[in-house]
């Protein structure tokens, strides 16, 4: 179960959710000043939703930054 996901692939098809969630519904709420926060269950997979997220807002063109904090239990 773990290593479905951690797959590229689902990974990739959940950061076009999130992403096209936050900037439909999310981004002009509060002056343009909203956030978002995604919870993942390992620092690893924080790692692979990062790297999906900048490459994902980067194909884009579009002006949205993220921000990636991870706590080791």
Sequence with gaps: MRL???HD???????????EHFRDHVAGLLGGQ??????TA????????KLGFDKSITQRGWLIGDLLAAECW
């Excluded at 692939?9 to 992403?19: E, L, M, S």
């Design 9 to 19: 692939y689902n990974i990739a098809q959940k950061v076009q959710v999130i992403v």
């Design 34 to 39: 909203a956030k978002a926060m995604v919870v």
């Design 42 to 49: 390992s620092p690893k997979e924080a790692v692979r939703y």
């Design 4 to 6: 479905a996901c951690l």
